[in-house]
């Protein structure tokens, strides 16, 4: 019963992620057309008029995005303490393929810009991976691909986003003002006694949480992390040889209720107001200028390497297993496709060059043209990868 209501949620996210994913395409191909049309100047004077102290562009960026990242805080407290993450044997193959596909793409980003000291702010940008963008693609193969790596990859973006949680709240952080930081904290110390207490109801913490973004707002934090902050003092409710008591937990209720906005309202709209970049002049040698290049080379050639070769070496060396039914052409496929980079890259680009619209551009234009090779190639290994438990070669 146990493990049937573990799948139940699991199968949930992957569905409504899935779906988000394929919505966040349209949407961002509808912001680049919008943005090379007559609307053109219509669309950039909308995102940069204000209401009341913010932009709207700082709303979705900072507001907007703070629902997401409380999402992705709900979805890796979840895994850790009670799905996917909550063992170490499970944790082991996503999280050193995470690792390396972290590591190798800042490394090949700034290999290719060693000489270009203005863009080295950027390292972080080829990091992240896409999970509703990466899932929608893979949802359009069907069952060519096995369901375990729709698992492994589920779990291997949940780490990587807090890989990006931490790298935002370390690096991409400055002007800190420590009263507001300081209250903050005592709000986020107000939050652990209310958990520590069992209080089981939603109210009291999203009031806290709202003002717990304010806070951090001012504080010089970015404020989306009040979202993560928030999401790791909400009680997971456990209930003895059940699993999942949906009912009294507030974590499953309030990701349950995020999952029919987040992937359908959020994630779109952050992709509409920030994938429009005007391609008018764009030429072969801005393509390959040194950010551009490295973003997209990161995305492609970094996550490829960093995944597949962090994963062949924890197999080999016995500390994993091959994901069920796959074998090692799946493995390529699931590793290119970790290349789409599109919502958290574009998101940690905003933060590395937050006052150079121009450098803003050449990211975007680099994660464009990096996420759509990474799932062109992925997916395209992935078709004419052996179909869900046929026998490969080199397979164990």
Sequence with gaps: MQDLKQRSVFREFLDSEAAGGIILMVAAALALIVANS??????FSVLHAYLGPLSVSHWVNDGLM?????????????????????????????????????????????????????????????????????????????????????VFLTALAIIDDLGAVIIIAIFYTSGLSLAYL???????????????????????????????????????VHATLAGVALALTIPLERSA??????????????????????????????????????LAGLSFGALIEPLTLGVAAGLVVGKLVGV???????????????????????????????GIGFTMSLFIGLLAFANDVALQD???????????????????????????????????
């Design 38 to 43: 007559p609307l053109a100047e219509t669309y």
């Design 66 to 150: 703070a629902v997401f990242f409380l999402l992705v805080g709900l979805e890796i407290k979840r895994e850790m303490l009670d799905g996917q993450l909550s063992t170490w044997p499970r944790r082991v193959l996503p999280g050193v393929a995470a690792a390396g596909g972290m590591v190798v793409p800042a490394l090949v980003y700034v290999l290719i810009n060693r000489n270009n000291g203005p863009a080295l702010s950027g390292w972080a940008i080829p990091t992240a991976t896409d999970i509703a963008f990466a899932l929608g693609v893979l949802s359009l193969l069907g069952s060519r691909v096995p369901a375990s790596l729709k």
């Design 182 to 220: 300081g209250a903050a904290f005592a709000v986020i110390a107000v939050l652990i006694v209310l958990n520590r207490m069992r209080v089981m109801t939603l109210v009291p913490y999203l009031v806290l949480g709202v003002i717990l973004w304010v806070l951090v707002l001012k504080s010089g």
């Design 241 to 278: 040889g059940i699993g999942h008591d949906l009912d009294h937990s507030p974590l499953h209720r309030l990701e349950h209720g995020l999952h029919g906005i987040v992937p359908f309202f959020v994630i779109p709209i952050f992709g509409f107001a920030n994938a429009g970049v005007s």
């Design 308 to 338: 597949f070769g962090s994963s062949a070496l924890a197999i080999r060396f016995g500390l994993a297993d091959l994901p069920a039914n796959a074998g090692w052409s799946h493995m390529v496929g699931i590793s290119l496709l970790c």
């Design 362 to 396: 050449a990211v975007k234009v680099g994660i464009l043209a990096g996420s759509l090779i990474a799932a062109l190639l992925g997916a395209a290994v992935l078709l004419m990868a052996p179909a869900a438990g046929g026998a490969e070669e080199g397979q164990e």
